[in-house]
């Protein structure tokens, strides 16, 4: 049944651009940078236990990256956003040799404070980011919100293939052995430290790839797009598709961002309106909306009860 709703689900993805017209492509397009960076955040939360709040300054980094190659080197925009994802893998490395022999509140903390910094940074380096001002960037394709949506849509592929494949890998089986207990896999001489490393250095890297696609979408990076509000759209996303499904947290991104649309009269009240998706989904569906709604259609067309395991993806 899993595969049937993946099949269904991709097949929409690939005619979605034939049926509705360039405003909801271009809010799809923006789901499918939201899609990304809530998929790697849930390989790093929901698969390696890893609370990290500075998801949104890796995107940063690979933006203002990309960005800054384009305009001052004038490099190939493809290139610039592989430079972009490349550059928030080194981030990624350095933060995480710094926080990862950390655990809970203090790791989180530490990462939400090098978002805070990172975001002061963008906004007081005036000479090369332009401040609050932000950059204006170069479109891919001149912006045309077709192409656009297919690389989008290739990139979201190509993050939950590649990260699919690490967790079916031997790193995937240490990472899981250390989500289910770190103390136990370190006694029996798994190195928690040096994989926790490698997971946070992969999930930077597919923060920044998403980055460096946003900003040749948008035309324009700023500061806002590393506020502590975008971190918890990205958990409330992944929470609410299910922060154990990478197909789920990607659902879950596409569905906020729809509903984003429909609640901009709310203004800021939004994130409250989320925050409160997020509780009721936690209290009612912990599994998130899409493993629930595999799960609902498998007992009606079996007609039998089905006790959802721990770690289902």
């Not at 080197?73 to 350095?94: D, E, K, M, R, Y």
């Not at 599994?287 to 799960?295: E, H, K, S, Y």
Request: charged fraction near 10%; charge should be positive.
């Amino acid at each position: 049944m899993k595969r049937v709703a993946v099949c269904a689900l991709l097949i929409y993805a690939v005619f979605f651009p034939f049926l509705f017209k360039d405003y909801w492509l271009y809010v799809a397009i923006i789901g499918l940078y939201y899609a990304i960076l809530a998929t790697s955040w849930s390989m790093l939360a929901g698969q390696v236990g890893i609370i990290s709040f500075a998801h949104a300054a890796f995107a940063g980094v690979g933006a203002y990256t990309s960005a800054i190659l384009v305009i001052r080197l004038q490099v190939p925009i493809p290139l610039s956003i592989i430079a972009g994802s490349c550059a928030a893998a080194v981030f990624g490395l350095g933060i995480g040799a710094l926080t990862l022999r950390m655990r809970g509140a203090y790791l989180a903390l530490t990462t939400l404070a090098f978002s805070e910094i990172f975001r002061i940074f963008l906004t007081a380096e005036y000479e090369l980011t332009r401040g609050s001002y932000g950059l204006r960037v170069p479109l891919i394709f001149n912006g045309d919100k077709r192409v656009c949506y297919f690389i989008g849509l290739i990139l979201l592929i190509f993050t939950i293939g590649s990260l699919f494949l690490v967790l079916r890998s031997k790193l995937g089986l240490f990472l899981l052995a250390m989500r289910e207990d770190e103390d136990g896999a370190a006694t029996r001489g798994v190195n928690t430290t040096y994989y926790r490393l490698i997971a946070f250095v992969i999930t930077s890297a597919f923060a920044g790839l998403a980055g460096g696609f946003y900003a040749h979408v948008i035309g324009l990076v700023s500061p806002r797009m590393t506020m502590i509000g975008e971190m918890g759209l990205i958990l409330a996303m992944s929470v609410f598709g299910g922060i154990e499904s990478l197909l789920g947290s990607a659902l879950g991104a596409m569905v906020l961002q729809v509903l984003t649309e429909y609640l901009r009269a709310f203004a800021e009240w939004r994130l409250a309106i989320f925050g409160a998706l997020v509780l009721l989904t936690l209290r009612f569906i912990p599994q998130g909306i899409l493993p629930w709604l595999v799960d609902l259609v498998d007992q009606v067309w079996s007609g039998k009860p089905k006790v959802m395991r721990s770690g289902q993806r």
